[in-house]
């Protein structure tokens, strides 16, 4: 039998197709006047559910498939509320003076990130990134310009759908003051000395010195599949 052209499946495709199916499942539900649509699409849901509780037996979770499609339904709006986008986060690489760079440990995990934190309304990305620095830090920064639109799922940072929007920033003010709920830990590390627990630094750790630094650095993003669908490549 012929492998697929990036290799057999991974638990990292199991969740993007499932996450994929339910989400056009729950944009149809949320859009149809037909009842037979309806049962096609709430079909497709417990499709979509059985390959997520799937992809998370592979990781040693376990999850009922029909919880999935419960919580799923729950989520179906009616129109435009209803079509179901990938959730928008912000982070920060923050420089300082000696050309380290800033992480959070969080609180949850224990795991450490540049800040990042959820899109808020009312406040444009840049905004967003400035307030989540002060907040989980107590650092004070300004923006110095986008460096990366990233796709968390298909980059393994997450389980969910979402696309993060990274900046770099530069340090202007502020002392070092963990969160008190969201941040176990707050720091500046010279590069090569991140923590051990630093979330997948070789996908990204290279160019957030290189723009602390000021190197010339094209917007990371991407780059588009061909066919979309394939398994990942190894």
């Known amino acids: 039998m012929t492998e697929p052209p990036g290799g057999p499946p991974t638990r990292r495709d199991l969740l993007r197709w499932a996450e994929a199916l339910a989400g056009s499942a729950r944009t149809g539900l949320g859009f149809t006047e037909s009842l037979y649509e309806r049962e096609r699409y709430e079909e497709i849901l417990h499709v ?36 179901i986008t990938p959730k928008v986060t912000v982070g920060a690489v923050v420089g300082n003076d000696d050309g380290e760079l800033l992480l959070v440990q969080r609180a949850d995990s224990g795991l ?40 968390g799922m298909r980059l393994g940072f997450t389980g969910i759908p979402l696309y993060s929007l990274v900046f770099h920033c530069q340090m202007t003010g502020g002392r070092l003051r963990a969160h008190p709920l969201e941040c176990s830990d ?15 630094p070789d996908q990204w750790a290279d160019d957030a010195f290189a723009a602390i630094r000021g190197e010339p650095l094209e917007v990371r993003f991407d780059a588009p599949r061909n066919p979309a669908w394939r398994a990942s490549e190894a």
């Not at 990134?129 to 310009?145: H, P, Y």
């Open 112 to 151: 450490w990130l540049y800040p990042t934190g959820w899109a808020d309304v009312g406040y444009s990305a840049a905004e967003v990134v400035v307030k989540e620095v002060r907040e989980e830090t107590g650092i004070e920064c300004e923006v110095v310009r986008p460096i990366a639109i990233l796709d």
């Open 186 to 200: 707050v720091g500046f590390f010279a590069e090569g000395h991140l923590p051990d627990d630093t979330v997948l």
């Open 48 to 83: 979509a559910a059985e390959i997520r509780a799937g992809a998370d037996a592979l990781a040693g979770r376990e999850v009922a498939a029909a919880a999935l499609v419960d919580e799923w339904m729950d989520t179906v709006g009616r129109g435009v509320p209803g079509y």
